[in-house]
């Protein structure tokens, strides 16, 4: 589970500050594979190997869409659901939590690597596509560059 906080101004020109929740579950993270007819990884080396920004985009689109949810106060329930997702994408929050994976290479490999079930991190090691990433797109590796 993924907790990015958003900062923002909202359509009042007041200035907000909004955690926002992210993960996918096992069962989710099969059926994005299987769609995907890889792994994340695999997919997402294949994707910068061939230089097409706008199916990395619709990836990680794809991904913010998917595990964006509400994490309830108990810590027991994540939920998702089209109004939840809706009333994200509406909102500045969406732009700011965009803004930030798409302009920090190390902020989107953070992004994939937190959304994913905490039992399945340590399998995932995406630190290493950082610079190629970030050479062939073009894009700040850390918030520091």
């Known amino acids: 589970m993924l907790k990015m906080t958003a900062r923002y101004e909202d359509y009042n020109g007041e200035k907000q500050s909004e955690d926002c929740w992210f993960h996918l579950n096992k069962p989710e993270l099969i059926r994005f594979q299987a769609k995907l007819k890889?792994?994340?990884?695999?997919?997402l080396d294949r994707i910068v190997q061939k230089g097409d920004m706008d199916e990395l985009i619709s990836l990680f689109e794809e991904l913010v869409q998917m595990a964006y949810g509400e994490r309830s106060a108990d810590g027991r329930r994540f939920r998702k659901s089209p109004e939840i997702l809706q009333d994200f994408l509406d909102s500045p929050a969406y732009e700011a939590v965009f803004m930030e994976i798409?302009?920090?290479t190390e902020k989107a490999l953070e992004?994939?690597?937190g959304v994913l079930p905490k039992d399945l991190q340590e399998d995932v090691k995406l630190e290493e596509?950082?610079?190629?990433i970030a050479a062939r797109y073009g894009v700040s590796r850390s918030e520091e560059d």
């Open 38 to 43: 890889g792994d994340l990884q695999f997919e």
């Open 102 to 104: 798409f302009t920090n």
């Open 111 to 113: 992004f994939i690597e």
């Open 129 to 132: 596509r950082s610079r190629e």
